[in-house]
């Protein structure tokens, strides 16, 4: 079946600066956008959540990150929407695992990953990546920028 993880951060204290919408090549969405507080659900077998890593309950001010699993992903081009509740810096890893089944019930299985690091966003701006993905073994995730990123003017 496969699995296409992206998990994102921004390095601050408390919960990302930004927000995440994954489309998948059928244009399905899952994920959320800060600005205009909507959120998607439309890919089975999904889900896109934040996790603060509490290993310390006494210590404030511990970094969350956010993570977009897709279990049994298609192939293809994924859009990747990076929206930027404030200005700061983010950075974006894809993990993926492509399987096959082969003889004598055996699974033949590859891993991949992809990172963006540590790019510069402005509040209230918007990025758009590309993000290909496939289910063949032995193929390898891949990031690129598909526009240059919008950023807001001050009103």
Known sequence: MGELDIAYSSGNSG????????SDPRGRRIGQDPLSHQFWQ??????AFIDCDDDDPG????????MVQICGP???TYKVEVIASRSGR??????GTSAQKVAAK????????ADIRDVAIHEASR???RLTYSREPGSKLGFTRSEAPSVAGKR
């Open 15 to 22: 919960a990302p600066i930004i927000g995440v919408v994954v």
């Open 59 to 66: 210590r404030q001010g511990s970094a969350c990150h956010g």
């Open 90 to 95: 983010y950075s974006l890893t894809a993990s």
């Open 127 to 129: 990025e758009s990546l």
């Open 42 to 47: 439309e890919l089975p077998l999904a889900q």
């Open 106 to 113: 055996r699974l033949n299985s590859t891993d991949s990953e």
């Open 74 to 76: 298609v192939s293809g």
